[in-house]
């Protein structure tokens, strides 16, 4: 097959990733979990069965009904109810959306921050990479999760009191991303090295283009490829974090729940044996964390010619 | 006499998802003892893949499909792997190409030594040691008793790849493979090698194989040449014979592409045999086309002038000006180069001709010194619009065509990149032409432009620099060792191309080459560099037939020569 006349799907077949892809099962069944995951936590309006947030669908009476196949359970209520009368099908699927959405918004934040901060620092080099990174190092000493609680804390107080619920998830979000970039930075700053010294950035340079453009139009999507890997690692560790926080009670308020404030909430419930409210939503927490990560493993190998 | 090693024909197959491919195609070779082998051809050509598969030592999935390797009388086809490892070090040595990569840097050169030779022979402890000495001074080390507790990097490169024979020799083997083992040396230390393997191979009476793309050394050292071409042996016979009167028709194209350096050509010819070589160039009539407009004016004096350049590296980092252990890269150097000629810099690996070269296009500034382009002073303030001005006339072509791409672009916004970023055109539809043209001027034509880099090989790549450069419709190009990555008949495509286009465009050029020959054919007048200092600076002519200076005549002494053509 003479490579002009392949149209341009069978070229993107063709290419090695996408190759490699359809020929190992571990990433195949990753992406079909994490797809699955995110079609139905963002189809969840049209596919759940209730709307847990809207307060005529739920009725305290159904509170605390176990899963549809135990004793007492009802079968409307699959996996059960919790302890307001939500159906935790539904609310898992709601809060499943919830924990994507703040996950990758936070990923986001800090692969946008980190990225800069990190080509700025490794192109420019000197005493602007010297600050840059030692600020990160700073950063890397403290655990991220007392920084995001810290960091979530001081933007909650600067709130007023009426808009901290509305506002929270995109406080969680700040708090998250900005624990998350020193990583970004750190990648980005050992490939920018790279790139740096190649050839091609020293012909831009001879050719007069100014730092900026060759950092963007160069250096940016060369660096792009070990970015991806972490994010996608990061992404997992995102909604972990996002999870923790919650539990902890400094993330999603219980009125909106996330997958992380169900666990919370079931917590206090589990020792009365109502295990499902925990159970059912940390189930889904550990599989799409799981995907997740196992696709990032998969992209760290497949996008690294060394280990080809 | 008996034959040594009888390989009758070879196949050699990889497969891949793309279908087989076959790296070697019913190769046959005999190799007698105290005999020396060149196994000669381009890359890709095959030569690796036999000496690999002579061993055993195939890349995976690389398999030997059909055919016959007897190595004294014995079928080594077939063999296990047990049986293989025994054979190899004890009965055939290797030397690979990369003496930095082919020994352990966290073991001393003695314990190396003697473990290959407690493994390959039956000599133990103390007499292993004596072993080690012996072979150590056999490949020429002084000193070997103390030299045995250094470390690989206490080695230079040239005394590295000495160990690295002597580990080869240690299992005191009938045949030595070297698989390219003097191309990451520097010429004068290339000559040093080479003597010693043939010495080797003359008292020891060994059967040696070298695999080289490199015609000097063939002529150097081998007594027969087998040419390979796309995994066939094309041609074999007396090293005279091959070099001198060549039969097949590739042969003929790779010695004529090799640079003489008794003489200057006005082009290389007839080098059509070669990918991409045949001329398909699609010419634009220069004079009425937009690359031909006159971006400077003409000034009078010199294009380029360098005034006592001085530039250190730091080596050693340290608080205290003082304590900083510094490598002085560029000193002193002053020349001067006349428009419309082409000015060469020749030195061994960390001469600091590069650094020269980087300096004037500004990617480095000087500590001191003057670089004066087109009689504008760019280096005290670059950043003044008269001489970022003046910097736009330079372009250069870098080295290594893999890395001078960026692989995320395409061709088309690659070579484009200049003439939008400094609006030379009046509209994209122009800019696309121009491109179109370029790409055809330089001899990849315009449908190149819609591709990526990494469909290109080595020689194209480095085409579509060139189309980069002269999209800045530049007066000057800097060309750092545009060819040394190349095989020998696509550089000889690319000198010819580069000598048009200066003819054509009038451009000055500063031309960078550790290869004389090269500079030879390229160059106007020659500096010859060393230690980051100029030794001398003569007309082409004159440095061939009379340096003067005594490093000069030092390199000339050593530069590969071999009578045919």
Known sequence: MSEKTMTRWQRFLDNDIVWSFFHSPGAMLAAFVTVVFVVAAFAAPIIAPFNPFDPSQISLWDGKLPPAWVDG??????????????????????????????????????????????????YVGGTTDAIIMRIADVQLTIPGILLAILINGIGRSFLPLEM??????????????????????????????????????????????????????????????????????????AIISEATLSFLGH????????????????????FSGLWWITFFPAIALVVLVFAVNLLGDWMRDALNPKLR | ??????????????????????????????????????????????????????????????RVAAGSIVFEGEELRGKTEDEMRSVRGDRIGMIFQDPQTSLNPLLTVGVQLVETIEKTTDLRGKDAEARAIELLEAVGITEAQSRLKAYPHQFSGGMRQRVVIALALAGDPDLVIADEPTTALDVSIQAQILDLIKKLCRERDLGVIIVTHDIGVIAEIADRVAVMYRGKVVETGEVGQILGAPEHEYTKSLIAAVPPSDRRLERFNSVDYIEGGSDTRR?????????????????????????????????????????????????NVSFAIQPGETFGLV?????????????????????????????????????????????????????????????????????????????????EAETRKIVGDLLDHVGLGAAAALRYPHEFSGGQRQRISIARALACRPRIL?????????????QATILNLLKDLQEEL??????????????????????????GAICEIADNEALFTNAQHEYSQHLLKLMPTYVGQ
């Open chain 1, 73 to 122: 359970g009802q079968p409307q209520y699959l996996l059960g109810t919790d302890n307001q009368g939500r159906d935790m099908l539904s609310t898992i699927l709601y809060g499943g959306r919830l924990s994507i959405i703040v996950g990758l918004a936070a990923v986001g934040l800090g692969m946008v921050l980190g990225v800069t901060l990190g080509v700025i620092s490794g």
């Open chain 1, 164 to 237: 901290r619920e509305e506002f929270a998830i995109y406080v969680v979000i700040l708090a998250i991303g900005l624990i998350d970039w020193p990583q970004f930075a750190r990648v980005a700053r050992g490939a920018t090295l790279v790139e740096a010294n190649k050839e091609y950035v020293q012909a831009a340079r001879v050719i007069g283009l100014p730092a900026w453009l060759i950092m963007l139009r160069h250096i940016l999507p060369n660096t792009l490829r070990p970015v991806l890997v972490i994010a996608t690692i990061g992404l997992a560790l």
């Open chain 2, 478 to 490: 800097i060309c750092d060792e545009p060819t040394s990555a190349l095989d020998v008949s696509v």
């Open chain 2, 506 to 531: 009038g451009l000055t050029m500063l031309f960078i080459s550790h290869d004389l020959p090269v500079i030879r054919q390229m160059c106007d007048r020659i500096a010859v560099m060393r230690h």
């Open chain 2, 347 to 427: 030195g061994e690996s960390g001469s600091g001709k590069s650094t020269v070269a980087r300096l004037i296009a500004g990617l480095y500034k000087p500590d001191s010194g003057q670089v004066n382009i087109l009689g504008q002073d760019v280096s005290t303030n670059p950043r003044l619009p008269a001489a970022v001005e003046a910097h736009r006339a330079l372009q250069m072509v870098f080295q290594d065509p893999y890395s001078s791409l960026n692989s995320r672009m395409r061709v088309l916004d690659i070579v484009a990149e200049p003439i939008r970023f400094y609006k030379l055109t009046s509209s």
């Open chain 2, 1 to 62: 006499m008996t034959e040594l090693l009888k390989v009758t024909d070879l196949d050699v197959e990889f497969p891949t998802r793309r279908g087989t491919v076959k790296a070697a195609q019913g190769v046959s070779l005999t190799l007698k003892k105290g005999e020396v082998l060149g196994l000669v051809g381009e890359s890709g050509a095959g030569k690796s893949t036999i000496g690999n598969a002579i061993i055993d030592l195939l890349e995976r999935p690389g």
């Open chain 2, 283 to 331: 010419r634009i009539d220069v004079q009425n086309h937009w690359l031909g407009e006159k971006s400077h004016d003409a000034s009078d004096g010199p294009t380029i002038e360098v005034n006592d350049l001085n530039l250190s590296f730091v080596l050693e980092k340290a608080i205290l000006k003082k304590n900083r252990k510094m490598l002085k890269a560029v000193d």
């Open chain 1, 251 to 270: 993330g999603i308020p219980p009125t909106t729940p996330s997958l992380g404030t169900l666990i919370r909430v079931g917590n206090e419930y589990l």
